[in-house]
T-cell receptor, first 111, second 116 residues
Framework: QKEVEQDPGPLSVPEGAIVSLNCTYSNSAFQYFMWYRQYSRKGPELLMYTYSSGNKEDGRFTAQVDKSSKYISLFIRDSQPSDSATYLCATGRQGAQKLVFGQGTRLTINP | GAGVSQSPSNKVTEKGKDVELRCDPISGHTALYWYRQSLGQGLEFLIYFQGNSAPDKSGLPSDRFSAERTGGSVSTLTIQRTQQEDSAVYLC??????????????FGPGTRLLVL
């Protein structure tokens, strides 16, 4: 079993829709949770970072962590064609200087 | 300022040959990471450098893989006797100090390796 599970999609939605992307993880020691966005043939870039359970909002993006169920989510409101990319969740724990990534979900926003 | 750069951007090689992949981190970043991204797989951690030393090389898949970093800057990932299963995108990332996991890692564009 992978430490982080993420549905690879692909996911296709119309412009303006709310998008929900999700990951589950197995290691309760994981403390930090990130979402990266990766455009085609580019390296990933950090979108959001959270530490504790709860919500964190940044513009149209909301990251949500539920440590009790080991579930992390990214919501995109008013989705735009420019949001079309692969979204990767990542997590890790202090003392282990490496991130564990999910498989990535390929998202397409249709105009 | 300049981001993380990697070379070559694409590499095609024959099975059994050795390859060297290069990473130039952001100037001043002391931490450097190598990841591998295979088709249908997420990013797989390979090795982490703090300065020139590698405190964590637990992700290197076999002894055919090695990496070094010199001058606290450029890093080279070497794959000896390449196999077809080594075909993947190899990504390099750097961060300022590497002492906190939540520190942002900045990724390069990757090297796409195809082993025939």
């Amino acid at each position: 079993q992978k430490e982080v599970e993420q549905d690879p999609g692909p996911l296709s939605v119309p412009e303006g829709a709310i998008v929900s992307l999700n990951c589950t993880y197995s290691n309760s020691a994981f403390q930090y949770f990130m979402w990266y966005r990766q455009y085609s043939r580019k390296g990933p870039e950090l979108l959001m970072y959270t530490y504790s359970s709860g919500n964190k909002e940044d513009g149209r993006f909301t990251a949500q962590v539920d440590k009790s169920s080991k579930y992390i989510s990214l919501f995109i409101r008013d989705s735009q064609p420019s949001d079309s990319a692969t979204y990767l969740c990542a997590t890790g724990r202090q003392g282990a200087q490496k991130l564990v990534f999910g498989q990535g979900t390929r998202l397409t926003i249709n105009p | 300022g300049a981001g993380v750069s990697q070379s070559p951007s694409n590499k095609v090689t024959e099975k059994g040959k050795d390859v060297e992949l290069r990473c130039d981190p952001i100037s001043g970043h002391t931490a450097l990471y190598w990841y591998r991204q295979s088709l249908g797989q997420g990013l797989e951690f390979l090795i982490y450098f703090q300065g020139n030393s590698a405190p964590d090389k637990s992700g290197l898949p076999s002894d055919r893989f090695s990496a070094e970093r010199t001058g606290g800057s450029v890093s080279t990932l070497t794959i000896q006797r390449t196999q077809q299963e080594d075909s993947a995108v190899y990504l390099c990332a750097s961060s300022l100090a590497g002492t906190l996991l939540q520190e942002t890692q900045y990724f390069g564009p990757g090297t796409r390796l195809l082993v025939l």
